[in-house]
């Protein structure tokens, strides 16, 4: 496999890894729950050509299996489904997720998506009401 040009570079992402690199790995440490790897990519085997070679991206041969409605729609949106493809990680262990928004006076604050009204959907519970359905495991946002 050719090495590209600006990976050469001194200043580069891969030169500085190579420059800053442990000499030895750091081991995959077990988890509480096991996690799945899940590409942004619809074809594990062509990340290196898409993302670092220049292939295009919707000459991925599996684009369909994305769910994107057309080649051209994957092509666009594959180099940046990296956020979803975490979060698809992060939720294959099961359970519902809500995205807390507060914690104030004992109180967490809450938007649910299967709030079925409006009270239910942006919520407040006292945190041991809230502990009771939590499934203690989650996604930190510093926005």
């Known amino acids: 496999m050719l090495t590209p040009a600006w ?13 800053t690199r442990k000499a030895a790995p750091l081991p995959d440490l077990p988890g509480r729950y096991p996690v799945p790897w899940i590409t942004q990519y619809a074809t594990p085997p062509l990340i290196a050509a898409i993302a670092y070679e220049g292939h295009p991206p919707a000459d991925d041969p599996a684009w369909r299996e994305s769910g994107a409605p057309d080649q051209e729609t994957y092509g666009r949106w594959c180099a940046r489904l990296c956020g979803m493809a975490c979060l698809r990680m992060a939720l294959a262990t099961g359970g519902h997720l809500v995205l807390v928004t507060g ?19 942006i919520a407040a519970l006292p945190m041991p009401v809230f502990d009771r359905f939590a499934a203690h495991r989650g996604l930190a946002l510093h926005v």
């Not at 990976?7 to 420059?19: F, K, V």
């Open 103 to 121: 914690y104030a006076g004992g109180q967490v604050s809450f938007r649910n998506p299967s709030g079925h009204t409006p009270q239910a959907g």
């Open 7 to 19: 990976a050469e570079r001194p200043d580069s992402l891969p030169a500085l890894a190579a420059r």
